[in-house]
Structure formats: structure tokens, C-alpha cells
């Protein structure tokens, strides 16, 4: 990464409102130059119109975009030095691929396209079918066309609108991989909008989620899966256990909260929600963080971890993993996951476990929020 | 017992042999008589393979005068109607106006009411608006049915048409016109041609609406009808047989075209 701010995309209080729905609510970001960065929500959480704000296709109701020092939120789509990689591609059907590719340098008057297109067409490995038209290739293949079409023109910013959404799951894995290389080699930043967390997980250095026209959370990939700050990010990236808890005292850095008559320990740092003693508080707890130890052996669990008594409900083998869900005192169907490294045979539906987990991988979120925001979303994607 | 299977296998080849012979045994006597050398005025007992009216096809008084203003009427109402016809196909499915569900329906009406209603309807608008009937008469009407077919067929490919190619060229630096000209043009030219083919044969065709408003100036169709009354000429066979043969060249040339394409592509 470069001090070179040329490249960088600031949107500035920006908002889009349709008649009476707000698609977007008045929004800061700041993408640096130079970063692969993925708006990740659910559809209609305004992270698309979000990206054609930024490529001129939509007009703000408000705000502005800047790329580097320029305010381009005047500008037309074709004045701005962005390209885009749209959803289902939007090739042109009545050119071949060189054609579509040389569409961009030929509109800014370029003459000699020829070396240019070769060589973006061997870039994304399309070189032996320049003169086919679009429909004569695969989905994988137009796919790569598009991007080809779009960096050709060196723009300070590609957009991408959910690129992968029409491959199947492993040319789904190989693209990624792929656009991760091209981003690395040519060094522009990449706004990539998508609703699959695992794709803008593996992707991109910095993550916005966004949900209902706001961008709920923003930071890296590890930082939003360890430490989300809302039951929506927990639960829309991966799984997330909820228990309901009250805050009892503070020792040092820690907080001490009551949960169904045992004690649960969160570190300060980890805790987005304000903590008054006798306040509620939401503790989340990742499914593969928990460690399952059967009820009579809970004397070799050792000291200082989260404990939680339960019985399992139900298991499910699914080969490097065990998934089981336990009901306690605390949370009907706490889900943990189990690498099979050991397998404990007594760990089966019926068995009485202890539930045990490191404080320094405990979260704690405001109470007043729905538990379940984010679930159903998160579960399509 | 053999003939009923090879019958029953053969049932659709013999079918469709049989729809094609419906539809051009017409032409066939068209062309057929087109060498014939009648004895009477009438053109319609075969007296002798002969290939004078194809050696002087001019050769009847006013015949070529009228197919040479029905050509030229036929090339202005296709221009003017698939000008216009495009026009208003891309304003009623790209923009929001009031009344739009109106014009929409409205458009039909012409296609839907009887010729000759219309004919005579026009006739009385003309005389009314004190205009000279003649070949400007003839090319106002003929551009006002047409319109509602090309409107029809332009509509029906810009419907199609995915909004994102636009944004794409737009998002790839063509400003407003270089979009229309390299992206939406070309992709809509096909319902643009189809209108336009289809404005032409209507116009070239119609006898009922010009023969209303024509005043005094005679069309190629009005002066086969006029001269069937006292007799019919040889020339009109083969005019009739050139059209055809050029008719099935053009299709015939534009199979080849497309044929080609697609093995270059493949």
C-alpha cells in the first residue's frame, strides 16, 4: 500500500431515498486506495445502490463522492474514472469479445487497441476467444470478460455488483481466488458488493456490513467475526450463541455478569454495549470457541472459564466436525461445534455436559436488540 | 397394410408438402402466365410459351409510371414510419408519461379498425382540410397505418433489451450519443428492420386506402385493379414474378450471410 490517496473513494454523508423509502440513510466511508473492500448485506440493504452511487449510475439525495481530491458526485457515469464489473456481466451481445474489451479505450479515442486487448485478453487467459461473440461462452468465461473489460481502462476504482452470483459454488471459489490475484497484480482498489459473508470474508482486507441502508459494522474480516458489535453481524457472519446476562461487578479489565444462578466473565474491551451494574448485557459465544466436557468429568475443566451446565439434544457428525445443540438454563439450543480430534463416545443426545469457554473469546452487545437479527439472511447467503 | 405405415411415416412431410403447395401454387401461376401469349385482352387461358412481355415489361402505357411512384411512396412511408414508428416505441417503454397506458392502446387502433372505415374517414378529413389529393395524400396515410406495426415490432425488441448495457457503455465512457449509436442502436436495428420490411410490403400492397385518396395519381396496385376491369397485361405477371424472385434473393442472400457468421464463430 502507497501514500498515493488518488485512488481513494470518500462518500460524505451520501443517502438515496425513493419517494418515501430510504435505500441508503446518510452514509461516511472511506475506501483507502489501494484495499479490496466488500459491502456485504443481504438484498435491499442498499449496499448495491450504495456501489452505483459511487459509479455515477444512481444520483445521491444527498452527500457527495469523492475519488482522491476530485468531487465527482456531478459528474456523468462516463466522466468518471471508475469501471464497473455488473451483475450478470452485461456484455455486449452484438460484439465479439475483443470488441467488448476494446470498448472503453475506443470511446476515450484510442486507435491502437490491438496489444492492449491481447493483453488483457491473456490476463484472464481468454486470448484464443477475442473473436467469439458472448453468448458462445461459458458463464466463467463471460465473467472473466467483463473484468477484462472494465481494468483495461486502468480505472482508479473497479466496482464490482455481485460478479460471482450467477457461477456455481466451485468456479464460485476459483474466481474469487482469481480476482484476488488480478486486485494484488494491478494494485487498484476494488469496491465488491456481495450478500455471501464467505466470499467477502476470503476476499477483501476491509468488510462494511450493511443492513437496512446502514452500515452496521466495518473492519477486517477476523476483527468482524471475533468482535461484532451487533446481534446482526454476529448472526449474518457465521454463528453466534446468544445468552441473556446481567452485569454484577467489575474486577480490573473484566466484567462479572449473572446468567442462571452461574457467572460469566467478559472481558471490558469486548463489550459494545454500556455497562451499568444491574444493567442487561448480551454475551455471544462462537460455537466452534466452546469446549464440551462431560458432566462427570467437570473437575478436570480447569479454572477461570466460562462454564455452563446442559444436556445435549441432538448431534450431528458431518465428518472434521461434530455439531451438537445443548439445552441449558441459560440458552434452549446452544449450538457447539467439536473438532473430531478425541471423539468422547458418552458425548451423545440425552448425556449431561458442562459447556466451557475462554473469557477473551466471549462478546458482549446491547441487550435491547434482537437476537435474531441477521439469521434468516445469514442462513441464505 | 404397407401403404397405411409408409403413410403414417411420411404424414408430416406430406402435410407440410402440401401447406407449402397451398401457399405458392398462386405464385406459380403468376409466374407461369407471365409467358403466356394470350390470344384475347385477357390473360387468363394458356395459349403459348411466349417471352414478349418479359423482353418489353414496360411495354403497356403507365404500367412502370405507376410501380415507379408506388417504389417511391413505399420508400418514404417505410422511412417516415420507422423513424417515427422507433421513436415512440423507445419513448412508451423507456419513459413515464401521462397517458402512456393511452397512447399505448391507442396506437393499435389502426391495425384494429377496417381499411376501408379508415379509407373513407381519410378521404373526408383531406376534403374537409381542402388538401390536394395526390401522391402527398397517399404518403400521409400510408405512413399512419404503418406506423402502428413498426411501433409493434420496435417495442417488442426494446422491451428485451437489458437496461445494464447501457449503464455499461455509459460506465465504459460513451456519453448519451455514442450509447444510442454503438450499444442501443445496433442491438434494437433487428425489430428496426422487421418494422421497416413490414412498413414497406403494406405500403407497396395497399390498394384500399390509396385508391380512397389518391386523386388522380395511380399506384402500381390501383392500376392492376383498373386494368382488370378491361383486360389484364402480361408486363403484370411479370412484374409481379420479379418481385417475388427479388423477394426470395434478399431472403436467400441474408441466410447465406448468417449462415457464414456462425461458422466463423465456430
Known amino acids: ?381 | 397394410m404397407t401403404f397405411v405405415n409408409w403413410l403414417k411415416r411420411n404424414l408430416v412431410v406430406i402435410a407440410g408438402l402440401l401447406t407449402l403447395a397451398y401457399l405458392l401454387l398462386p405464385n406459380v401461376v403468376v409466374t407461369v402466365f407471365s409467358f403466356n401469349n394470350p390470344k384475347g385482352r385477357f390473360n387468363y387461358e394458356w395459349q403459348e410459351f411466349s417471352t414478349a412481355a418479359w423482353q418489353d415489361p414496360c411495354g403497356v402505357s403507365d404500367l412502370c409510371g405507376s410501380l415507379s411512384l408506388s417504389l417511391q411512396i413505399a420508400f418514404w412511408a417505410t422511412l417516415g414510419a420507422t423513424l417515427l414508428g422507433t421513436m415512440i416505441a423507445f419513448a412508451l417503454v423507456r419513459y413515464r408519461f401521462r397517458a402512456r397506458g393511452a397512447v399505448n392502446s391507442l396506437i393499435f387502433l389502426p391495425m384494429a379498425m377496417p381499411e376501408v372505415v379508415m379509407a373513407a374517414s381519410l378521404l373526408t378529413l383531406f376534403l374537409n382540410m381542402g388538401a390536394q389529393l395526390g401522391f402527398w395524400t397517399i404518403l400521409i396515410a400510408h405512413i399512419m397505418f404503418c406506423l402502428s406495426f413498426v411501433v409493434t415490432a420496435v417495442k417488442a425488441r426494446v422491451m428485451s433489451m437489458d437496461p445494464r448495457l447501457e449503464q455499461a457503455a455509459q460506465d465504459l465512457y460513451a456519453g448519451p450519443v455514442q450509447t444510442f449509436l454503438r450499444v442501443t442502436l445496433p442491438i434494437a436495428a433487428p425489430g428496426i428492420a422487421a418494422g421497416a420490411l413490414l412498413a414497406f410490403a403494406l405500403s407497396f400492397d395497399d390498394f384500399i386506402i390509396t385508391n380512397f385518396n389518391a386523386g388522380s395519381t395511380v399506384t402500381f396496385p390501383m392500376f392492376v385493379w383498373g386494368s382488370a376491369q378491361r383486360g389484364t397485361p402480361v408486363q403484370i405477371n411479370v412484374i409481379g414474378t420479379a418481385m417475388f424472385v427479388i423477394a426470395v434473393l434478399f431472403v436467400l442472400a441474408s441466410m447465406v450471410i448468417s449462415n457464414r457468421r456462425t461458422k466463423q464463430k465456430a
Open chain 1, 1 to 381: 500500500m502507497t501514500n498515493d490517496t488518488s485512488g481513494d473513494v470518500r462518500l460524505s454523508g451520501i443517502a438515496k431515498t425513493y419517494g418515501s423509502f430510504t435505500a441508503v440513510h446518510p452514509l461516511d466511508l472511506t475506501v483507502p486506495q489501494g484495499s479490496f473492500f466488500a459491502l456485504l448485506g443481504a438484498s435491499g440493504c442498499g449496499k448495491t445502490t450504495t456501489l452505483r452511487m459511487i459509479a455515477g449510475l444512481e444520483e445521491p439525495s444527498a452527500g457527495t463522492v469523492h475519488l482522491g481530491d476530485q468531487d465527482v458526485t456531478a459528474l456523468p457515469p462516463y466522466k468518471r474514472p471508475v469501471n464497473t464489473v455488473f451483475q450478470s456481466y452485461a456484455l455486449f451481445p452484438h460484439l465479439d469479445i475483443f470488441e467488448n474489451v476494446a470498448f472503453g479505450l475506443r470511446r476515450r479515442g484510442i486507435k491502437s487497441v490491438k496489444k492492449q486487448v491481447g493483453d488483457m485478453l491473456d490476463l484472464v487467459q481468454l486470448g484464443e476467444q477475442a473473436r467469439k461473440k458472448p453468448h458462445q461462452l461459458s458463464g466463467g468465461q463471460q465473467q472473466r470478460v467483463a473484468v477484462a473489460r472494465a481494468l483495461i481502462n486502468h480505472p482508479k476504482v473497479l466496482l464490482l455488483d455481485e460478479p460471482l452470483g450467477a457461477l456455481d459454488l466451485k468456479l464460485r471459489r476459483q474466481m474469487q481466488l482469481e480476482l484476488k490475484r488480478i486486485q494484488t497484480e494491478v494494485g487498484i482498489t476494488f469496491v465488491h458488493v456481495t450478500h455471501d459473508q464467505e466470499e467477502a470474508m476470503t476476499m477483501a482486507d476491509t468488510v462494511a456490513v450493511m443492513n437496512a441502508g446502514r452500515v452496521e459494522q466495518l473492519g477486517s474480516p477476523t476483527d468482524l467475526y471475533e468482535n461484532p458489535r451487533t446481534t446482526f453481524v454476529a448472526n449474518f457472519l457465521g454463528t453466534s450463541n446468544f445468552i441473556e446476562a446481567e452485569v454484577d461487578t467489575k474486577s480490573g479489565d473484566d466484567i462479572v455478569l449473572k446468567a442462571g444462578g452461574g457467572k460469566l466473565v467478559l472481558p471490558e474491551s469486548r463489550c459494545a454495549a454500556a455497562t451499568t451494574t444491574g444493567g442487561k448485557v448480551l454475551v455471544g459465544v462462537r460455537p466452534e470457541k466452546i469446549s464440551l466436557t462431560h458432566a462427570d468429568d467437570a473437575g478436570e475443566i480447569p479454572e477461570g472459564r466460562n462454564r455452563i451446565n446442559g444436556r445435549i439434544t441432538n448431534s450431528s457428525f458431518i465428518g472434521v466436525s461434530t455439531q451438537y445443540v445443548v439445552d441449558s438454563a441459560v440458552c434452549p439450543d446452544f449450538e457447539v461445534y467439536v473438532q473430531n480430534v478425541d471423539r468422547d463416545t458418552r458425548l451423545e443426545p440425552g448425556a449431561d455436559v458442562v459447556l466451557h469457554w475462554s473469557p477473551a473469546h466471549t462478546f458482549g452487545l446491547d441487550a435491547a436488540q434482537d437476537i435474531d437479527a441477521g439469521v434468516e439472511e445469514g442462513a441464505a447467503a
